[in-house]
């Protein structure tokens, strides 16, 4: 049986919030990805979605590129999303700069809320650092640092005084995730909370995201508004 998306243009119109996807991958950006840019917005944005954050994976195994200087990898990194940003224009949805990283010492990821571009062609092997050191650079360029999926089978949660979040709610389908287990551990520690679809395939379409005033229109606003806020998840 198709699986109906459970938000949906006519549900948000009127509304004064936009559901945004906080954490997504396109083909080509992530080796893991399935679905082409194109696709992944036109999804999100038959989904009623006012905005889509992508969050290709910034690390070893994806950024270096043969034969490029390590600015032109993060050219290339760019590029990925400033096209899926045209799309988003075409397609009338909001497309987002975002980033999800790792650090040295373990396979944990974490996505940069609020980050720009200038970000990485200051730190161009980001993932080769320290989780102080990931955490210091993101207090310095304004943006959140949140841990992904941080009870993932094959993840630990990681030191909570060097993070400004967790994603508590991660709605992918291929992993087990243990959200609750995230939910309890980032109340414990008082630490923001995101949730998103994790979206690599197109069964992950609209699974997970959050609701935010539909005033916020870049990255930067959005960071602001989740430090002081508590947003409200979508759960699928």
């Given amino acids: 049986m198709k699986r109906e998306l459970p938000h949906t243009t006519d549900i948000f119109k009127g509304c004064q919030t936009k559901a945004v996807e906080t954490h997504a991958h396109t083909k080509g950006g992530s080796p893991c990805a399935k679905v082409p840019a ?52 075409e397609l009338g949805i909001e497309v987002w700069f975002g980033i999800e990283t790792c650090i040295s010492g373990g396979p944990e990821d974490f996505l940069l809320f609020g980050a720009q571009p200038d970000i990485l062609y200051e730190n161009p092997f980001m993932y080769r650092m320290t989780q102080e050191e990931l955490f210091r650079e993101c207090e310095q360029y304004g943006c959140l640092m949140y841990q992904a999926h941080p009870n993932r089978s094959y993840c630990r949660p990681r030191d909570p005084e060097l993070l400004h979040g967790a994603e508590v709610y991660n709605g992918n389908l291929h992993h087990d995730e243990r959200n609750e287990i995230s939910l309890l551990w980032a109340r414990k520690y008082r630490l923001l909370q995101s949730s998103g679809s994790d979206f690599h395939r197109p069964d992950d379409c609209a699974r997970g995201g959050i609701l935010v005033p539909d005033s916020i229109h870049d990255v930067k606003a959005l960071a602001d508004y989740m430090r002081e806020n508590e947003v409200t998840l979508i759960t699928s």
Avoid: M
Wanted: net charge negative; proline share 6%.
């Fill in 38 to 89: 194109y696709d992944v917005v036109k999804a999100y944005a038959k989904a009623g979605y006012g905005a889509l954050i992508i969050t290709n994976h910034f690390n070893d195994d994806t950024v270096p590129k043969p034969g490029l200087s390590p600015r032109q990898a993060v050219d290339h990194y760019v590029d990925l999303y400033r096209q899926a940003e045209e799309y988003g224009r």
